[in-house]
């Protein structure tokens, strides 16, 4: 199974804001726990391509890649420290071109039809529909209308109480921050298992959108 197969059939990735060495493997655990095994690690937090280079190469079963990544040096920067797709808030061709040169799947923002079209053409594997919440769920569908082959995966906004609606309106993922981890939380044994629990959430309401 590639990169953008895992990251369909899970159906969710954690935007993890603030990670590092010291944090993203309990985080990532507490994740993996339950069914989250898709992890976007940002990139503007000072020292994330170690904790992406921590996580890639100490977690089994877990996808780990980047997140706000706006320019193709960042983009091979953490392609080096083993991220395994790019995701971006913005479509830059070049960054999309970066993380193609190196077998890394690439998902750049965007969110009128003419920016998703665009970026489409220029080799994206998904697009991120960002920032999501602005047009809501009936947004997606109406997207699905005119370009059904696109594969959008919707961030910004995403929660418990409304992922199922992303999915049922045609989502082939969500990503979703601070209501599945906060990282400025302190990280005890009891918020690391509200985070499983979450995420537990989180794939039982995607299953049940999907039917599954």
Same mark, same amino acid.
């Given at each position: 199974?590639?990169?953008?197969?895992?990251?369909?059939?899970?159906?969710?990735? #954690?935007? +993890?804001?603030?990670?590092?060495?010291?944090? +993203?493997?309990?985080?990532?655990? #507490?994740?993996?726990?339950?069914?989250?095994?898709?992890?976007?690690?940002?990139?503007?937090?000072?020292?994330?391509?170690?904790?992406?280079?921590?996580?890639?190469?100490?977690?089994?079963?877990?996808?780990?890649?980047?997140?706000?990544?706006?320019?193709? %040096?960042?983009?091979?920067? #953490?392609?080096?420290?083993?991220?395994?797709?790019?995701?971006?808030?913005?479509?830059?061709?070049?960054?999309?071109?970066?993380?193609?040169?190196?077998?890394? #799947?690439?998902?750049?923002?965007?969110?009128?039809?003419?920016?998703?079209?665009?970026?489409?053409?220029?080799?994206?594997?998904?697009?991120?529909?960002?920032?999501?919440?602005?047009?809501?769920?009936?947004? +997606?569908?109406?997207?699905?209308?005119?370009?059904?082959? &696109?594969?959008?995966?919707?961030?910004?906004?995403?929660?418990?109480?409304?992922?199922?609606?992303?999915?049922?309106?045609?989502?082939?993922?969500?990503?979703?921050?601070?209501?599945?981890?906060?990282?400025?939380?302190?990280?005890?044994? %009891?918020?690391?298992? %509200?985070?499983?629990?979450?995420?537990?959430?989180? &794939?039982?309401?995607?299953?049940?959108?999907?039917?599954?």
């Amino acid at each position: 199974m590639n990169h953008i197969d895992i990251i369909k059939e899970t159906g969710v990735a #954690a935007v +993890i804001r603030g990670a590092t060495t010291d944090n +993203i493997i309990a985080i990532a655990e #507490a994740l993996k726990a339950g069914g989250v095994k898709v992890l976007e690690i940002t990139v503007e937090t000072p020292g994330a391509c170690a904790a992406i280079e921590k996580a890639s190469s100490e977690l089994n079963d877990v996808l780990v890649g980047a997140g706000t990544v706006l320019d193709p %040096e960042t983009a091979r920067t #953490a392609i080096m420290a083993g991220a395994k797709f790019i995701f971006s808030p913005t479509t830059n061709p070049k960054t999309i071109e970066m993380a193609k040169r190196y077998g890394v #799947a690439s998902i750049p923002g965007a969110l009128t039809p003419t920016e998703i079209l665009t970026a489409f053409e220029n080799g994206a594997d998904l697009i991120k529909v960002f920032p999501a919440n602005v047009f809501g769920p009936s947004y +997606i569908k109406d997207i699905h209308g005119p370009l059904p082959q &696109i594969p959008l995966i919707t961030t910004g906004g995403i929660s418990v109480d409304n992922v199922g609606e992303y999915i049922k309106a045609g989502a082939a993922g969500v990503g979703v921050g601070s209501s599945l981890v906060n990282t400025k939380k302190e990280l005890t044994p %009891e918020y690391l298992n %509200e985070i499983t629990a979450t995420a537990s959430t989180f &794939i039982a309401a995607v299953k049940e959108a999907r039917g599954k």
